[in-house]
């Protein structure tokens, strides 16, 4: 049986749909070692800046029993960087490019987006989970009306396309939702990391040099599918899923459960080959149960 996989994000075409999600795969230079990056429908880079920034200091990273917290921060040679060093290198692989924007201030998210609208990436994905520095270094993404006003204000500031990555820490992540549509999203990816702490009971002391950080891997997948299926069930625009897919079972619950297309992230760590084994799983599911398209799949929940 031919299978197709290819995936229309409304307008966002990959010829797959696995995807790797932003800051678990650098630029991809990494990843060309253990696998074909040509093999992948599209990279998400890492969260890029307006400058060039270290990061946090100290203690980044903590393991957690089925998964890990980062505070790793945005580390990211700043969006020119990417322009002239990394555009260039991720072109010559058959793959799409999602430029994951970030900024302190609304301006900051618009003059990104401006910038890349001139070069060559083929979505802009916007991370609203960044702090509102005029607003107390709340998440934009946790406020409707700043969500509102950031989504509508870069949707104006350019004609790419434009993903939004919604965080799970909302009260109402549907409300979100509807919000982004409205004001001219393409698409959504979703779910950013979970807040969550690690604590030293010798040190008495959080694991975290920043005290807190976002949780990623297995531990969250269940929270993900649940807000994915919510998601899908509140708006018309397509879904790009993540949160603790290590296997092509968890890439084919997200689909089933309204994505079009998922994002492997933390898995990515443990197994660099995984988004492939993922891709071929989907393709041997795909066979085994009489799905002739990928699309098929999505939403497709008894
Ligand atoms: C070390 C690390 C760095 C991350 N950096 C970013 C980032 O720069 N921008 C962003 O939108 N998401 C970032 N994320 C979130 C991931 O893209 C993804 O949404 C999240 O980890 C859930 O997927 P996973 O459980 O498969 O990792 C990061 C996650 C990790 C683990």
Same mark, same amino acid.
């Given at each position: 049986?031919?299978?197709?996989?290819?995936?229309?994000?409304?307008?966002?075409?990959?010829?797959?749909?696995?995807?790797?999600?932003?800051?678990?795969?650098?630029?991809?230079?990494?990843?060309?070692?253990?696998?074909?990056?040509?093999?992948?429908?599209?990279?998400?880079?890492?969260?890029?800046?307006?400058?060039?920034?270290?990061?946090?200091?100290?203690?980044?990273?903590?393991?957690?029993p089925?998964?890990?917290?980062?505070?790793?921060?945005?580390?990211?040679?700043?969006?020119?960087a990417?322009?002239e060093?990394?555009?260039?290198?991720?072109?010559?692989?058959?793959?799409?490019?999602?430029?994951?924007?970030?900024?302190?201030?609304?301006?900051?998210?618009c003059?990104?987006?401006?910038?890349?609208?001139?070069?060559?990436? %083929?979505?802009? #994905?916007?991370?609203?989970?960044c702090?509102?520095?005029k607003?107390? @270094?709340? !998440?934009?993404?946790? *406020? $409707? +009306?700043?969500?509102?006003?950031?989504v509508?204000?870069?949707?104006?500031?350019?004609?790419?396309?434009?993903?939004?990555?919604?965080?799970?820490?909302?009260?109402?992540?549907?409300?979100?939702a509807?919000?982004?549509?409205?004001?001219?999203?393409?698409?959504?990816?979703l779910?950013?990391?979970?807040?969550?702490m690690?604590?030293?009971?010798?040190?008495?002391?959080?694991?975290?040099?920043?005290?807190?950080g976002?949780?990623?891997?297995?531990?969250?997948?269940?929270?993900?599918?649940?807000?994915?299926?919510?998601?899908?069930h509140?708006?018309?625009?397509?879904i790009?899923?993540?949160?603790?897919i290590?296997?092509h079972? %968890?890439?084919? #619950?997200?689909?089933?459960?309204g994505a079009?297309?998922?994002a492997? @992230?933390? !898995?990515?760590?443990s *197994? $660099? +080959?995984?988004p492939?084994?993922?891709?071929e799983?989907?393709?041997?599911?795909?066979?085994?149960?009489?799905?002739?398209?990928?699309?098929q799949?999505?939403?497709?929940?008894?």
């Amino acid at each position: 049986m031919k299978t197709n996989l290819c995936v229309d994000l409304n307008g966002l075409v990959l010829k797959n749909p696995v995807t790797t999600a932003s800051g678990t795969y650098g630029f991809g230079r990494e990843y060309g070692e253990y696998l074909d990056l040509s093999l992948l429908g599209a990279i998400s880079v890492k969260g890029l800046t307006l400058e060039p920034r270290e990061g946090n200091e100290g203690v980044r990273i903590a393991e957690t029993p089925m998964g890990m917290i980062n505070s790793v921060g945005l580390q990211n040679p700043g969006v020119h960087a990417f322009i002239e060093h990394e555009i260039p290198f991720l072109r010559s692989h058959d793959l799409k490019i999602i430029a994951n924007i970030n900024g302190n201030t609304i301006e900051e998210y618009c003059e990104m987006a401006q910038i890349l609208d001139h070069a060559d990436v %083929d979505s802009i #994905e916007l991370n609203i989970s960044c702090p509102n520095v005029k607003n107390g @270094g709340l !998440a934009f993404g946790t *406020n $409707p +009306k700043v969500v509102q006003e950031v989504v509508s204000r870069v949707r104006k500031s350019t004609s790419k396309h434009l993903m939004v990555k919604l965080s799970p820490n909302v009260t109402d992540i549907k409300e979100i939702a509807r919000i982004v549509e409205a004001e001219g999203a393409d698409c959504l990816s979703l779910i950013n990391t979970v807040s969550g702490m690690a604590i030293d009971i010798y040190k008495r002391r959080t694991v975290l040099k920043r005290g807190s950080g976002g949780l990623s891997g297995p531990a969250i997948k269940p929270i993900a599918l649940k807000l994915v299926n919510d998601v899908y069930h509140t708006v018309k625009i397509p879904i790009l899923g993540m949160g603790g897919i290590a296997t092509h079972e %968890d890439a084919v #619950e997200f689909l089933l459960a309204g994505a079009s297309a998922i994002a492997v @992230g933390t !898995a990515n760590f443990s *197994n $660099p +080959k995984a988004p492939v084994e993922i891709l071929e799983g989907i393709q041997r599911y795909m066979v085994q149960m009489g799905y002739s398209s990928v699309t098929q799949i999505t939403g497709d929940l008894k």
